[in-house]
């Protein structure tokens, strides 16, 4: 147990439109690792936030007949809304049009001015206002963006530069040190290759500045530039947590949470994250993060989602179908965190009911059933351990290995090997259980035996609400009441709350209704 800082964060996103899966996604696997190193004792700070600024946002408000500020306001309710739907536990929420956000992109331009990484100079290319990205004419595939596909537009302009060519040994040597240190930067390692090739190429200065819109956050020494978005929407990072602050206490605040433990972002944000993020920070002399995590797109049919391409479903119909803790569990389980992933109905409706309402509800189900039948309800006192059977002994050593086992993948963050190792824990059980048969202990008044079974396999199932606690945290909060336990969401030691024995003697157990009921028709 450790209580050393853990700063996460999201990407913020663009208020174009409503949160959709893919949004969705990197923030629940945020929270799952938030929600993981609180209950291994971490002082977490876990940020997500929005990104408001920009051509596209001034777009989105003007088709809308609304000013860009009323539109945004209007828009991020609905993210607010959405994480609270799906229980995301984060720390704090920064908007880009905060003051704090404002001061301190100023402060950081300030900076690089005094130190002389900017300079006046004469922008002509392309720009994809959808990606808000710069391109090249030798970028550009058969005359659009290469990355989404759009129209570009043509650009001419008085900008103001940073000198990023000036960075690319540096960045080079930065990632191979944290590699060779055994904690890379850029991860997971397919991603480091693209990252590393793309700096090799040779970097080109970058235009920090637009002037033929008014919606970003001027330049504090020429305030008719406004800040380029995307190095606005990264610095979100830093002055969420103080940075160009002068109070004390946000001072402190930075300097307690950075360098971020990790960024989390999509494989298409990884170059702004990965190669112009720590140059910006290192020309104003600041420690890069420690890592940034590229997660793969979800797809549906071979297909990026997108709200453009039509295919995006909401989240809240997928929650109010399966509930927000399936919802969770499905994309932390189902799709290999950082690869791409093809996400399905079929399968979701598969993934609920083999693994949630067969395994993990079937198993508290019939255990707190039997428990109120056999033992009137009440938790029996921990077993003779002289008289446990190979068959309690075996089930013991699965659960006293999982702590490790899965701590080895969550610091991997591999969800679905941390969430595959919890569920031998639970299968077994459900064996356990059919080996053991309560019942017809019960029937032949084998009271001893019949208490020892039904508490090891009760224990079982506290173990196991721990660990999936970090994805389904509802669903673990309501099988530690229905044990009569206290408030899960107050365990900050998991290791010691999962040691074998916990289950103290004489609490009370409630049935409840099934956690995951059946669903029934298919897709
Ligand atoms: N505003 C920028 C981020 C600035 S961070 C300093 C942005 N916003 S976004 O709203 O467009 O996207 C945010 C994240 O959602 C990205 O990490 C992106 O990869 C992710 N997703 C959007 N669609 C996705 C899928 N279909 N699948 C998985 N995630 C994808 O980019």
Known sequence: MSDSPFYVTTPIYYVNAEPHLGTAYTTIATDAIARYRRMTGNDVRFLTGLD?????????????????????????????????????????????????????????????????????????????????????????????????????????????????????????????????????????????????????????????????????????????????????????????????????????????????DYHFVGKDIIRFHCVIWPAMLMAAGIEPPKAVFAHGFLLTKGEKMSKSRGNAQTPASLVERFGVDAYRYYFLRDVPFGMDGSISMEAMVQRYNGDLANDWGNLCSRLFNMTEKYLGGITPAVPDVTRQTAEDASMRSI?????????????????????????????????????????????????????????????????????????????SAEVWRRLGLGDIAEVTDISASAVWGGLPEGSTVSKGEPLFPRIYEEA
């Not at 020892?452 to 079982?460: F, K, M, R, S, T």
Request: glycine share 6%; net charge negative.
């Open 52 to 260: 408001e600024h920009g051509q596209k946002i001034a777009q989105a408000a003007e088709e809308h007949g609304m000013s860009p500020q009323a539109w945004v306001d209007a828009i991020a309710p609905t993210f607010k809304d959405a994480w609270e739907m799906l229980g995301i536990s984060y720390d704090d929420f920064i908007r880009t049009t905060e003051e704090r956000h404002t001061r301190g992109v100023q402060a950081f331009w300030t900076k690089l001015y005094d130190d002389g990484y900017l300079y006046q100079g004469h922008y002509e290319g392309w720009y994809c206002v959808p990606d808000e990205t710069y391109w090249t004419g030798e970028q550009l595939a058969d005359g659009a963006c290469p990355q989404c596909g759009r129209a570009v537009q043509f650009i001419r302009e008085d900008n103001w530069f940073f000198k990023l060519s000036e960075f690319g040994e540096k960045l080079l040597a930065f990632y191979d040190e944290r590699q060779a240190a055994g904690t890379p930067f850029v991860q997971p390692e397919t991603r480091r290759n693209e990252v590393v090739s793309f700096v090799r190429q040779g970097l080109k200065d970058l235009s920090i500045s637009r002037t033929n819109f008014t919606w970003g956050v001027p330049l504090p020494f020429a305030p008719e530039h406004v800040t380029y978005v995307w190095i606005d929407a990264l610095l979100n990072y830093i002055t969420a947590i103080g940075y160009g602050s002068t109070e004390a206490g946000e001072l402190e605040m930075f300097e307690r949470y950075w360098p971020a």
């Open 399 to 475: 659960a006293e290995n999982l702590p490790a086992t899965y701590e080895s993948h969550m610091t991997r963050l591999d969800y679905a090997s941390a969430l595959e190792s919890t569920w031998e824990l639970i299968k077994h059980a459900n064996r356990y259980i059919e080996n053991a048969a309560p019942w017809t202990l019960a029937k032949e008044g084998e009271t001893e035996r019949l208490a020892a079974v039904l508490h090891n396999a009760l224990e079982a199932v506290r173990i196991a609400a721990l660990f999936t606690a970090p994805m389904m945290p509802y669903t």
